[in-house]
């Protein structure tokens, strides 16, 4: 497979030290002492690259039509697909930090990890139907699996395990909507906080679209000092079961007791 000339541009953005965003005044509402770690829009792994010609031509071979699938699955199909293609991936220095990485999800887990890890939050006798949940979401997510591996893995000669990989990383980490949705590399590695902001979308002078994550602490400006980890917010407006399910983990903000509930810098 040739690889297209923005790998190399790919591979440069990916490794220290990263591109910066130009200089703003302003990012959402926040002075900007540094700018923020952006990510070109060119680089985003999203569902609609299965309507691109590249993927027309992998997946002529299969019978299914993708169109047919919902958007999060197009986008756990193309991670299945760049994940199995290694080096020659374009998106190789971002599916490499993950590719080893087991499915951040709780329904991943076994039901033994889960119901310690409820416990150990102090959440088990609030949630009396997590079994089944915990069942109905695993039950769910290998259909899913099914319907990927008998529609595509064969022919393209991808295991259930890669779709179930993929699938738990693109349902924990994807940005978007119910028509499109993405991975934007890097960012959706950060970690969680709820007083940090959400990553956000901006158009520069030059038409070029990013994703960046404003320099905001619990909605107040503030400098990102070097070295500093940046965090983003999850967004997670959800009962603590699904987020656990979803992130393999139950924010803070949704926990019944919380033992700081004020903000603080990280």
């Not at 690889?3 to 926040?30: F, H, K």
């Not at 010609?53 to 699938?69: F, G, M, Q, S």
């Not at 529609?151 to 699938?167: H, M, P, Q, S, V």
């Not at 990553?199 to 030059?206: C, K, L, R, S, V």
């Amino acid at each position: 497979m040739t690889q297209p000339r923005e790998a190399r541009d790919v591979r440069t953005w990916a490794c220290p030290p990263p591109q910066r965003a130009p200089p703003l005044a302003q990012c959402g509402g926040a002075p900007l002492a540094h700018p923020p770690t952006r990510c070109p829009q060119s680089l985003y792994l999203t569902s609609v690259l299965v309507a691109s010609d590249r993927y027309k031509k992998i997946l002529k071979k299969c019978k299914a039509v993708v169109e047919n699938l919902p958007s999060y699955l197009q986008l756990a199909l193309v991670l299945s697909i760049e994940a199995e293609a290694g080096d020659k991936s374009f998106w190789e220095p971002y599916v490499s930090c993950i590719v080893h990485q087991p499915s951040p999800t709780g329904w991943s887990r076994s039901k033994e990890e889960a119901e310690t890890y409820l416990q150990s939050v102090g959440i088990i006798d609030d949630i009396p139907d997590w079994e089944q949940r915990y069942s109905d979401a695993k039950e769910a997510i290998e259909a899913q699996v099914k319907v990927l591996r008998e529609g595509w893995g064969r022919e393209l000669g991808i295991e259930r395990r890669r779709f179930r990989w993929a699938l738990g990383h693109v349902l924990s980490r994807c940005f978007g909507d119910d028509d499109v949705v993405g991975l934007a590399p890097f960012i959706d590695l950060m970690n969680h906080s709820c007083y940090a902001p959400p990553p956000q979308g901006m158009t520069g002078e030059d038409g070029s679209v990013r994703m960046y994550v404003p320099a905001l602490w619990d909605d107040e400006p503030r400098e990102v000092k070097a070295g500093e980890e940046v965090l983003i917010s999850y967004v997670a407006r959800t009962d603590p079961m699904t987020a656990y399910l979803s992130f393999g983990f139950i924010p803070e903000e949704l926990l019944p007791e919380r033992e700081d509930p004020f903000p603080a810098l990280p």
